[in-house]
């Protein structure tokens, strides 16, 4: 190399490499792959460098968005020079990552309740209702498993005591399209968390994942069940409840399409279901930030993205109001009465300052204590529990589900600003 090829500044043809969106890891270690294939004299690469024996500039890669864009790096001279002969390398990457489908792939995973919200049971907690069909939701089919199950945990008031947990476990079956094991894990992971969303806001029961989705494993479920059996239970083994059915709503498999569509309606999704955890552990003042962007995020999928969160704001107050008019004309009243529900002062007070607002339950430990009409500390927690169920309302009803009529959740507002609602002697 002569000194010409040092002289002057690093110069860079930046530009996109014209491959399909690259979306997930698995399918950018996959086009990676294909250009270290088709580099000459391949010397060296790294997470985002490629380099060839054959020329002294180098290939850099940076991801704008889900579009990988290319620079090649080195003196002026050299870079002229070789672009060419670079841009043929990435034309030819494109072309054979084109040709290189991901292959489908199979996947298990077991679905439960979650046991936080039942940590104010001093026994335990149990779930009696069991699928008793088949359903498909998206690329999964949910099925139950015929086994009675009790997993124990520690006992949230004393971990060294057994807290069990009684349910009829689901099992999930799903395909993803990855290259990799690993790839292929994490594109299921992210469908059964989403499911398990779905299957939170629709029904009366907080759900999570009880394993990991397993890739390819025929013998998954029967292993998972071989070491539930030989777990530690209870003596005397909980009682084996009469069956209940769980019954999924039909819009349920119909939200699924939707929230590939509306990326604000799954991050309301998300938002809703951490909100709904908050509050079954009895962190309402966080709750209440999750519901605003409930809210937020919802006026961006029907109204359109935002731009100024004082947008947002008026947007979540927006909201409200027509939910409470019930499709008639929005009236000062209920625009009133939307701002007084929201509560974004207190929102911003505890996302900005960390701020608590009324009591919270500390250690899980449940509140047996009787409270006054008007008591703030109590009410707070009454009225995030009307806005927690205006948001699951109204995401319900943009996931495709029925609509609400807000008469009894106005009736309950009016309940706590007469003072009529207190805490009872025990829960």
Known sequence: MTDADHAGPAAKDSRSCGAPPLSTPDQRNRFLFHLRQHTPALSGHGPDS???GSMASTLLLELNKDDLHYQIIGATHTVAHEAPRWRQVVEAAVASFKADQAPPRSWSA???PSPHQGAAFERGFTLPQRLHEPISIGPMTLSAIPE???QVLPHPGDRSRPYPVSFWPIQV????????????????AYDLDRLRLLLSLALPQLWIHWTWPEIEDSDFIYNWQREMRHCWRPKPAPTVPPVAPLLIPQWVPDAWPLLGKHHSKTLALEAANNALLDVAEGRHSAA???LVAVLEQLHDAIHGNRRDPAVGRKGAHRLVAEFLAEGNEVTSEHRSLAKHIVMYPKRSSTSHEGARHGY???LGMPLR???LGGDRAHTYRLKIEILRDICSSLLIEQLGGPPVQPGAIKDRWQAIADGHLILPTRI
Do not use: C, F, K
């Not at 395909?175 to 594109?187: C, H, K, P």
């Open 50 to 52: 490629i380099s060839s």
């Open 110 to 112: 077991v679905l439960g």
């Open 148 to 150: 009675w199950t009790t």
């Open 173 to 188: 079956h799903g395909t993803v399209n990855a290259y990799s094991t690993e790839g292929a894990r994490d594109l299921a």
């Open 288 to 290: 209440g930030v999750q």
């Open 360 to 362: 919270e339950p500390r």
């Open 369 to 371: 204590m009787t409270s």
